[in-house]
DNA sequence: ACCTGAACACCGTTCAAGT
DNA sequence: ACCTGAACACCGTTCAAGT
């Protein structure tokens, strides 16, 4: 064997905070938050789970920072438009980046040390709200309703056993097999007649939901109190 | 010491399934779903782990049987009422059991194998809805975003670091102070003005939503689509 | 029939050690 | 300065063994 000047530097890219968030982010988003332990995210950057702790406090320390970067992902409302437009855009992208990092959901306002994307999320939220006319109780039931559809909803779709029609009819099956034939009938239509549609897709509900509590705020903020 | 003629039948209640699913989820309500391990339950039965797969046959099937206990507890909706009156008893129903079993919220809609209980609370839902003149799509949005709501009001309720004034004061204080002083005015307004004086719960947000939700759903039911 | 003990392959985290 | 190996106190689950 020839003797190397240099060892190779195969897997010699230095170790960042910033490596070790986005890998973590990716390998969460691949396999869910348990996929996501310092043994496997030390793997996937080539060193053993007791390197991270040069970059990260602990594990709490690690999805803060990753959380962080979730709310980096969403758009603040458009501050050139009315509040409604800026509020459906705004829902639009919360819903997407939900849906693009999915283990995220349940942990997005659960935060005690919420990062700077974070904070500058909800300041514009409010800032938009309030620069629309809106009191301060008013503001608050508008941002409650919405976030609570927006996350309620990412989370339904996210635990959903199924998406299409042909998963549900797969799932339907093994759900009612063990139970007497139309014990459930209401329920039994609302799959065979509905959720069994070719073209079904729980995901297209988002907007009849979101419209709805749009118009029915913009109805409330127009009465005084 | 006086002989005994029988050993002390302290602990020995036999194990039944029932017993376990009853532990396990007053285990849960107390430390979350983190605190119900196989060790745990065992210890809180004086049994070993093992001694519980006689009785479930793993701990999916554990939690597929608990999370049908709490949907036995939400009441269905009554059909001696208006549609609007039976779908507002019925959230608040939910949202109760929901609080009572925090641990819940996430897994409640996530379920491959749905219990009895589970499916003839979905049942009774649809029902109620088509017997008020929904007709299927309609019945499908109206369950869509009632229930993305109420999980997701669940869910902020119960992953949000604070509850009362006086915690969100303390909260806030440790979540703004690695940044400069006024850095998100909006937010700072909202916590000042609003999220800090004595009776604030975000607890009480819950109806002003719901009664939004059900507002516009009556609208869209009386417009044929 | 019902429960146990030891074991296996995992966790997050600490601590002393290596280069 | 940066990373590692061994260890500790945990997981869910299997399997052979006890009564």
């Known amino acids: 064997m020839a003797t190397e000047a240099t060892p190779p530097p ?12 986005r890998t973590a982010m990716s390998v969460a988003d691949a396999g869910g938050l348990d996929m996501l332990t310092m043994r496997t995210l030390g793997q996937e950057l080539g060193v053993g789970p007791m390197a991270l702790y040069r970059h990260i406090a602990n ?14 992902e969403i758009g603040l409302p458009p501050t050139d438009a009315d509040w409604m437009t800026a509020m459906r855009e705004r829902a639009i992208s919360v819903r997407d980046a939900l ?3 999915r283990w995220a959901v349940p942990l997005m306002e659960s935060r005690r040390h919420p990062g700077p994307a ?5 300041d514009a939220v409010i800032g938009c709200l309030l620069g629309a006319g809106f009191d301060m109780a008013m503001a608050a039931h508008a941002y409650s309703v919405l976030d609570a559809y927006i996350y309620g909803f ?4 996210m ?9 549900v009819a797969e799932v339907a099956q093994t759900m009612l097999q063990p139970f007497p034939l139309n014990a459930y009938p209401n329920l039994a239509a609302f799959i065979t007649e509905h959720a069994m549609k070719p ?3 729980y995901g297209d509900e988002f907007a009849f939901g979101l419209d709805l509590i749009l118009d029915g705020l913009e109805e ?6």
Do not use: C, M, W
Request: aromatic residues 6%.
């Open 154 to 157: 990412a989370l339904t779709k």
């Open 159 to 167: 635990t959903l056993p199924f998406e299409t029609g042909e998963e």
């Open 118 to 122: 974070n904070l500058q999320h909800h």
């Open 199 to 201: 073209g079904y897709d």
């Open 99 to 101: 849906l693009r990092h």
């Open 59 to 72: 594990k709490d320390d690690l999805v803060d920072a990753i959380i962080d970067l979730v709310f980096a």
């Open 10 to 21: 195969v897997r010699r890219v230095p170790l960042s905070r910033d490596r070790v968030l």
């Open 220 to 225: 409330r903020a127009r009465q005084p109190a």
